[in-house]
């Protein structure tokens, strides 16, 4: 056979997109492939057994439309690209998520499609509940809270309320963190499945949980309510308000569904409630409409009938898995626990070493501080006894020179008396010598008086003399000579001795008192030369006083 007939047998592919909530994968298909062929592919890839809940979903013209399992993949009204982009996301919801997913795949899904439902406000929740769900997304992601490593600003980048939320409350980033993480400390020992389920079975009490909206209306002009189909039934809501429908249908309560171009007619079980016909805007919608209700139905019946084989074996093995798990999980967390404990013994010896480490080095410290210190005090110790030395001869020292100065203090006093005596004396002295001296110069006064009125007396004498001589002998004035035999010549001469001897009484008189006066003098001198130095010796026995009293 030919190289060129081996490729004509090779069948023709056209390349394939699939994406999912966290990742995307490229799938070559052949040509003939029908839409299950390219579903069960990516189920293989992905490992998941529970494909009921699953389909492809693309978007046409603005719609979105669910890939049909019977019908080759070309042969749909598919987008022309390559490659060709489908969504794998979770068609149709359980009513219990704790009871019907059985799977951790499957949980897993349904988890990240839910979660971005609610950020992207497809599903209403409220600020309280948000907080909490996402709470457990951290818990699923990161693991059991860490103060040490979980740091503040853990969650900047990480989506996890919307915005809705965060625009209603002025809160910042780091307030709703703080908040989130309050209630993902609490999630300490619960694993990523668990804190997933923990988040569906919340986000299933939601009012707009797992619910497909359509906008239809009761007549052809308007659009005035919407449609919703979930696992529990077929629901009629008002336009403005998704939550508590008008009307609802139950799958169990409903006979039949059909359609006529845009036309829609719900047949309950009970032939005679009303009929319910509605209009839809495309007969694309009507399609989509009624493939969900068939969808959900069968599944609500599924549900109360008994499960097949393969639903028990799956349900067997999730419960294996799960006890495998809760096992593995006990395991994992008692050596955890026993880690955590072990690396506190770890931490608390360290400490413990460090802490005596420290104890030690202090000690040494201490010791060093103490040989010093011991070292200080033998040479203050030394210093203390050479100045006890110094201070006691100092001390003796000083008693020799208090005694000294008691000493010299004594003699201070009794030179100082014998001074004040002297003083005293000197001053008696003066006092005798100034009466003395007044009373010489009195007796001065008088003989100056009396020698003056002898030489009055003397002149008056002398000029009687000569006029009684003038008058008796008158030739004696030219001729003074006289006769030594003359009677009155000798009794002249007589009289001129007695003149003379007066004369010389009164001169000698006069040179006594001109000697007496140069005695007093004389003394007066020495005296006050002597109360000179009474005095300078005074004033230097009061300054020597002085003087010891400072240094005492």
Request: charged share 35%; with cysteine.
């Amino acid at each position: 056979m030919s190289i060129r007939g081996l490729k004509k047998k090779q069948p023709k592919t056209f390349k394939v997109r699939i994406i999912t909530v966290d990742a995307e994968m490229e799938f070559s298909c052949e040509m003939k492939w029908k839409g299950k062929d390219l579903f069960d592919l990516v189920c293989r890839a992905l490992g998941l057994r529970e494909t009921w809940f699953f389909g492809l979903q693309y978007t046409i013209k603005g719609m979105c439309t669910w890939l049909k399992m019977d019908k080759k993949v070309l042969d749909q009204e598919i987008p022309k690209e390559d490659p060709i982009s489908f969504h794998f996301l979770a068609k149709f919801y359980p009513e219990k998520v704790e009871e019907e997913l059985l799977q951790e795949i499957t949980q897993h899904l349904f988890f990240l499609q839910v979660k971005k439902q609610i950020l992207d406000e497809e599903i209403y929740c409220s600020p309280e509940a948000t907080v909490l769900l996402a709470s457990y997304a951290v818990q699923a992601k990161y693991g059991d809270y860490d103060p040490n490593f979980h740091e503040p600003g853990f969650l900047a980048h990480d989506e996890l309320l919307p915005k809705r939320v965060l625009r209603q409350y002025q809160l910042t980033a780091e307030m709703w963190e703080e908040k989130i993480t309050a209630w993902y400390a609490e999630h300490r020992g619960i694993a990523r499945d668990e804190a997933e389920m923990n988040y569906l079975k919340i986000a299933q009490d939601l009012e707009m949980y797992g619910v497909n909206y359509f906008p239809i209306a009761q007549n052809k002009n308007h659009t005035d309510l919407l449609l919703g189909v979930d696992a529990k039934g077929i629901h009629i809501y008002s336009i403005n308000n998704r939550f508590s429908p008008n009307k609802s249908f139950e799958w169990s309560a409903i006979r039949n569904i059909s359609y006529s171009e845009k036309e829609l007619t719900i047949k309950p079980l009970d032939k005679k409630a009303e009929v319910f016909k509605f209009f839809s805007s495309q007969l694309k919608v009507n399609k989509l409409i009624l493939q969900l209700c068939i969808g959900n139905h069968d599944l609500f019946m599924r549900r109360r009938k008994v499960d097949s084989i393969e639903i028990q074996q799956m349900k067997a093995q999730a419960r294996e898995e799960k006890a495998r798990k809760k096992m593995e999980n006990q395991r994992l967390a008692r050596e955890k626990q026993l880690r955590e404990e072990a690396e506190r013994a770890k931490e608390e010896l360290e400490r413990r070493l460090f802490q005596l480490e420290d104890e030690a080095r202090q000690a040494n410290e201490a010791l060093l501080r103490s040989q010093e210190a011991a070292e200080l005090l033998a040479e203050k110790a030394q210093i203390a006894e050479e100045e006890a030395k110094l201070l006691a001869q100092n001390a003796a020292e000083a008693e020799q020179e208090r005694q000294r100065l008691e000493i010299t203090a004594l003699k201070t006093k009794e030179e100082k008396r014998l001074m004040e005596q002297k003083m005293r004396e000197a001053e008696l002295i003066a006092v005798k010598l100034v009466k003395e001296s007044d009373r010489r110069a009195k007796e001065a006064e008088h003989l100056k008086q009396d020698l003056h009125e002898a030489r009055e007396a003397e002149r008056k004498a002398k000029q009687k003399l000569l006029d009684i001589t003038r008058l008796n002998y008158p030739h004696m004035v030219k001729y003074p000579q006289y006769s030594p035999t003359d009677t009155r010549d000798a009794n002249f001469d007589k009289g001129s001795i007695k003149l003379d001897l007066k004369d010389i009484d009164l001169k000698r008189l006069s040179f006594e008192i001109e000697r007496e006066r140069l005695d007093y003098l004389e003394k007066s001198r020495k005296f006050e030369d002597r109360l000179k130095e009474l005095k300078s010796e005074i004033r230097a026995l009061k300054l020597e006083e002085k003087q010891s009293g400072l240094y005492s």
